[in-house]
């Protein structure tokens, strides 16, 4: 099946800080999507990507389809304390995973005030 | 106001009984899928549903049953057979293909 490394693992940083986060995949994908999801809660659509090359901002966010579709890139400009949670890259690929979304493992952000 | 709702937040079971957990959704999408987390640990794909009175079994569907009579409803059975079945479980819809989902908040199973 597709395989998804979503890097890194965890980060801690300081409020203002910048925040860059990545997914790599073993295979293309169609659609990249990214999603922040707050302890005990369900996760929270960020952004959706639909076209290789495609960099999209949502406020502070921005994120980018990588042009061999393989990969995609998230970042936070000027960390502030409720940016706090876990960050899910997803893709997804009609040809070859009708209808799922392959989900990255996560990454953990700490924001120290 | 048009969402999906998940109930309840917290569940509590004693081992080998069986428990259907809730999931409605009223944006009129024609898929919904069931997903289970694990501390520290992503999303893993239970089941899923791309119409009414269809679905697949996703990456983990031992010990899990589904049922998809209408089309905003999709319930999970998290059936005795189950062997480790606390957990965090998110549903999710979609209007279908390579449209994003969106997520429930989630019930979190305890079985003693």
């Known amino acids: 099946g597709q395989q998804l490394n979503q890097s890194p693992q965890s980060m801690f940083i300081q409020e203002g800080e910048d925040v860059s986060m990545n997914c790599t995949s073993s295979s293309i994908f169609n659609t990249w999507l990214w999603y922040k999801q707050d302890p005990g809660e369900g996760p929270v659509l960020l952004i959706a990507l639909y076209k290789a090359g495609e960099l999209t901002s949502n406020g502070r966010l921005t994120a980018q389809f990588g042009i061999t579709r393989k990969d995609s890139f998230l970042n936070i400009s000027a960390s502030i304390p409720s940016d706090v949670g876990i960050y899910f890259c997803a893709g997804q690929n009609r040809e070859t995973n009708a209808g799922k979304s392959t989900f990255g493992d996560g990454t953990t952000l700490t924001v120290k005030p | 106001d048009g969402g999906i709702t998940q109930s309840p937040k917290y569940l509590f079971r004693k081992e080998g009984q069986n428990v259907t957990l809730s999931c409605e959704q009223n944006?009129?999408?024609?898929?919904m899928y069931w997903y289970r987390q694990d501390p520290g640990q992503g999303l893993r794909l239970i089941y899923y549903s791309q119409i009414v009175n269809d679905f697949q079994k996703g990456d983990i569907a031992e010990g899990y049953s589904v049922s998809r009579e209408k089309k905003e409803s999709f319930p999970l059975t998290v059936t005795s057979a189950q062997k480790n079945p606390t957990a965090f479980y998110l549903c999710?819809?979609?209007?279908?293909?390579?449209?994003?989902?969106?997520f429930g908040p989630g019930t979190r199973l305890t079985v003693t």
């Open positions: 944006l009129n999408h024609d898929a």
């Open positions: 999710a819809s979609s209007t279908g293909g390579e449209n994003e989902q969106y």
